[in-house]
């Protein structure tokens, strides 16, 4: 097992290796690199004193190992657009992301869960056949055009809930939160709501399909004739087995939903780091984002890791030995 | 037979509809197990054995349905009741061992859990209490080390091992009946025999009744009273095991008898095993009369005609044509 | 087709569960109408919409239904701010979500069954290299990966041809981020396919790797390799219509679906609810019947695959 864990933890550390080379890639090769920094009246002069500064005059091997001890220094340059340290826009647009991150992928995996047992345990229902219906419908329904019909019906019509921005915030021990403040509340509801609801159908169906699939394995049948209680048969063996091909699963929606943070940001004028790259990537703002993949992918890369960790809890198969069994 | 008998399975018919048609794997099927009687079923996959299994504890999978018969246990009717009223008769008076215990257990679970749920569900006692019995049950079913081993889970023990727990599981809610379906098929040859004595001892202690459901012959031979044998989903022939075994009178019987090789005089038989001819009907082309006419090697006319009904003959009871008129 | 073999395909295993499913008979219906409308569109559109000299700006906001103030034309679905007429914008726009969704998928599965196959037949290292790629690149979600590249590329066009570029480069962002699907199912295929005698076979009789691939290990792959990419054309044009929606997509210019979007949804709060509601509907019904004909396909080709 530790050797699994270990094994794990490299393969991590490679992803990273990559995606840090991707970002330092495009830091180096994306434009010009002193025009972009220097502007376009520079020097000979100005440009030799840079190349001494940054050192791009040095092999590309020296020049990656240094982009990689800065970024672990916290330090990702200048954005090109306005000057400002990259790592100073994305601590202070940091905390809005995460709080609506965790804040939709509660709301997803709760009720993702809870339909998805529910539609399997009564497979045949009428309000079950009505859910799973609806439920494609908002897997071909784009996040973009959830939130807008949110808007248009809370925001606009119904004028109950705010369409954009976090609303108040206050600051708990450097940390800005928008969840302390009654309209900082009302403002997450309709972002957490549009970027949950894909991932919600998303659980629920794998949910559903995978407690069905164990509903069918003999060791239900056995727990049904050695007379268990219906209760203890489904919540106390099948949703266990369920979960745990369901765990990865929702590790990777995670991540989804970071990235689709992205798309909930921008709708809903959300101040948090995906609006902050979308931006970038409209100016082509390389240093925001060449760190904001970095950032993105450290996060996945824990996240995975975590996800593993995981399993081993759950499975006992694997916590002796880690190969088999995955 | 007795009308006192523990188990009684009276014309139990079971359908599956589908779209090519209603199939019928049990059909008419009739029997009584008694107390302490180890009772085997026999037939090829298919004859519908674990069917009948199924039926009498109200475990078939939808579509398939009772669709006529009765299932009565100790003189109460079983084969009617719902979902809520079979919970207290599965586990805690008919207990149940499957064919593969790789699958049987919940892989999430430590064993000691499982049995102690299952004591809990049936007998009206406290986690310590039933923790307790749970020890017993292992150390009863002859697992070394029992009390270390309650906290394993079921991937750390072997299949002969395993199949020891079903077995302690099945027997936890002292029930009065076991259904033991292809217990030994999916083990090694060298636990096979082992597992059986297991069985057969803790029924006898406890005079319990068992079907065991083979296709084994063998098995038959080491471990039952009485044998009904099974055919396209029909009783075939119901007798004592050594009668059967000896002097079986339905030529499906013979084949089968015939089919396995004897012990005894293997090292000198140069001849082959007999072997029936051709296959099972399907259970959408069942031929008319006796199903077993097609591959009779004592056909007669009637036998495409008409269905044999079960008839005493001697020890056992048969359903063939061959002999009937004359005693008649 | 002769007459025959159009009445055997039409007797096919596929065709048969096709006529007994509405969904799937509407949904075809649905999605052919609509396909058949976008290729038309030059022909469909009652107006030409992004050709500024054929512009009324007097019939801006025109409600659907009425006629404009300027030019006195009758615009079933509205005009916008500019006085574009909305049906046409619509028509031209599901014309160029189509065109970028197909042509992403086709750049997908090309990318996908080749390495897929490759790295089936070859095994060793060959395998291990391309299927960590897969691996790594199905950490990041498709549309940070095609936003990523969609950067990168716009980067490293010109300033004055980014806009001109714009659909190849959604078309290429797109594409690239949806390979992994398609070479993991070739790939697993083709280890079980070339493991069988008669590939091992046309091996030992030295049939070129490249003929083995094409003739014996390709056509066993095809029908969950259309399942995919039916299902990866639904994704391709939610991932189009946002990536447009979010601006780093189809310009206002060359507006695709996502774009229509975007610019009605300044729109939503004034009132003039038809400039993005007519649009979303669109992308929606377009959307909904691939899906539904994924998810019937995949029910049909192979209930295994999830």
């Not at chain 2, 008998?5 to 099927?29: D, Q, Y």
């Not at chain 3, 801006?60 to 006085?83: C, H, I, R, V």
Request: aromatic share 8%; glycine share 8%; charged share 15%.
């Amino acid at each position: 097992m530790f050797a699994y864990i270990i094994r794990r933890f490299f393969q991590g550390a490679l992803v990273l290796g990559i995606v840090g080379f991707i970002a330092f890639s495009m830091f180096r090769f994306i434009g010009d690199p002193y025009e972009n920094i220097l502007g376009q009246d520079a020097t000979v002069l100005d440009r030799q004193a840079l190349e001494e500064r940054l050192g791009l005059n040095k092999p590309i091997a020296i020049q990656y190992l240094k982009f990689l001890g800065n970024a672990m220094q916290g330090e990702f340059g200048v954005s090109y657009r306005n000057g400002i340290p990259v790592s100073e826009m994305i601590a202070q647009r940091l905390p809005a992301t995460i709080e609506l991150a965790i804040v939709s992928a509660l709301f997803a995996l709760f009720l993702g869960v809870l339909l998805g047992v529910y539609t399997a345990i009564n497979r045949d229902g009428f309000l079950a056949n009505f859910i799973m219906t609806t439920s494609l419908i908002g897997v071909s329904l784009p996040t973009f055009l959830i939130g807008i019909l949110l808007i248009w019906v809370f925001a606009v019509e119904l004028n109950v809930l705010p369409s954009f921005g976090r609303g108040e915030t206050v600051e708990i021990w450097g940390w800005k939160t928008g969840l302390a403040t009654a309209s900082g509340l009302k403002s997450i509801i309709l972002p957490a709501i549009t970027l949950g609801l894909y991932q919600m159908t998303l659980v629920m169906r794998l949910v559903r399909s995978e407690m069905l699939e164990v509903l069918r394995t003999d060791y239900i049948r056995f727990a049904r004739a050695r007379g268990l209680t219906r209760r203890a048969i489904n919540f106390g063996h099948a949703l266990k087995n369920t979960l745990l091909p369901v765990i990865t699963i929702i590790g990777i929606q995670l991540g989804q939903i970071i990235a689709f943070a992205i798309i909930t940001e921008t709708v809903f004028q959300w101040p948090g780091v995906g609006l902050l790259f979308i931006n970038a990537v409209n100016f082509v703002d390389v240093p925001i984002m060449a760190t904001y993949l970095l950032l993105v992918g450290s996060l996945f890369v824990v996240i995975n890791l975590v996800v593993d960790l995981l399993y081993v809890v759950i499975d006992p198969r694997l916590r002796l030995d880690g190969t088999e069994a995955r | 037979m007795t009308t006192n008998a523990l188990l009684e399975v009276n014309n139990l018919t079971v359908e599956i509809p589908t779209r090519r048609g209603t199939l019928i794997p049990v059909n008419e099927v009739s029997f009584n197990i008694d107390r302490g009687e180890i009772v085997g079923v026999v037939g090829e996959s298919g004859a519908g054995k674990s069917i009948t299994g199924s039926a009498i504890i109200g475990l078939l999978d939808p579509p398939a349905r009772i669709a006529g018969g009765s299932v009565t246990l100790q003189g109460k009717l079983i084969s009617d009741m719902n979902e809520n009223q079979l919970r207290d008769i599965r586990g805690k008076r008919i207990g149940t061992v499957f064919q593969d215990p790789l699958t049987s257990l919940d892989p999430l679970m430590s064993i000691g859990n499982q049995l102690s749920e299952t004591a809990m569900a049936h007998l009206n006692i406290g986690r310590d209490q039933a923790r307790e019995k749970a020890l017993q049950a292992l150390i009863d079913v002859g697992i070394p080390a029992a009390e270390s081993r309650l906290d394993a889970y079921p991937h750390e023990f072997s299949g002969g091992m395993r199949q020891r727990v079903v077995i302690a599981l099945a027997l936890i809610g002292d029930p009065e009946l076991i259904i033991a379906d292809e217990p030994t098929t999916a083990l090694d040859v060298s636990v096979q025999a082992q597992v059986l004595m297991l069985l057969k001892r803790l029924c006898k202690e406890r005079n319990t009744g068992v079907m065991l459901i083979t296709h084994d012959m063998g098995v038959i031979a080491e471990t039952t009273d009485r044998v009904v044998v099974l055919y396209a989903g029909r009783v075939a022939e119901i007798g004592d095991t050594r009668q059967v075994l000896t002097a079986a009178i339905h030529p499906y019987t013979q084949g089968l008898v015939g089919a396995t090789p004897n012990p005894t005089n293997l090292a000198n038989s140069q001849e082959r095993l007999n072997q029936i001819p051709g296959t099972m009907p399907g259970l959408l082309s069942m031929p008319a009369g006796c199903p077993f006419h097609p591959r009779c090697s004592e056909v007669m006319e009637v036998c495409k005609t008409t269905l044999p009904t079960l008839s005493q003959r001697e020890n056992s009871t048969i359903a063939c044509h061959l002999g009937a008129e004359a005693k008649t | 087709m002769s007459d025959s073999r159009w009445l055997r395909w039409w007797q096919s295993d596929v065709m048969w569960s096709w006529r007994r499913s509405p969904v799937a008979i509407v949904s075809t219906a649905v999605f052919f109408a609509l396909a058949f409308a976008a290729i038309f569109a030059p022909l469909v559109a009652p107006y030409t919409p992004f050709d500024p000299s054929s512009l009324n700006l007097m019939d801006g906001f025109t409600a659907p239904g009425e006629t404009g103030m300027g030019s006195g034309n009758k615009y079933w679905l509205g005009t916008d701010d500019q006085g574009r007429d909305i049906f046409s914008a619509i028509l031209y726009g599901m014309r160029l979500s189509l065109f970028i969704g197909v042509m992403a998928v086709t750049l997908a599965a090309i990318l996908g069954i080749s390495l897929g196959l490759i790295a089936g037949y070859f095994g060793g290292w060959i395998d291990a290299v391309i299927m960590r790629i897969a691996d790594i690149q199905l950490t990041f979600p498709s549309i940070l990966v095609a936003m990523l590249i969609f950067g990168v590329a716009r980067g490293l066009t010109p300033p004055e041809l980014r806009d001109q570029m714009a659909v190849w480069v959604l078309i290429i962002s797109i594409g690239l981020s949806d390979w992994v699907q398609f070479a993991r199912t070739v790939r697993s295929s083709a280890m079980v396919e070339s493991r069988k005698e008669y590939v091992q076979a046309a091996r030992l009789i030295g049939r070129s790797p490249m003929i083995i691939l094409r003739k014996h290990l390709l056509p066993n792959v095809m029908s969950p390799v259309l399942v995919i990419a039916t299902i990866s054309l639904a994704l391709a044009i939610i991932l189009e219509a946002t990536l447009s929606f979010l601006g780093v997509g189809a310009p206002p210019t060359k507006p695709s679906l996502g774009t229509l979007i975007r610019i009605g949804q300044d729109f939503l709060f004034a009132g003039e609810w038809w400039i993005i509601l007519f649009p979303s509907l669109t992308l929606l019904v377009l959307a909904l019947s691939v899906n539904l004909l994924g998810d019937w396909l995949r029910d049909v080709l192979n209930p295994k695959l999830r």
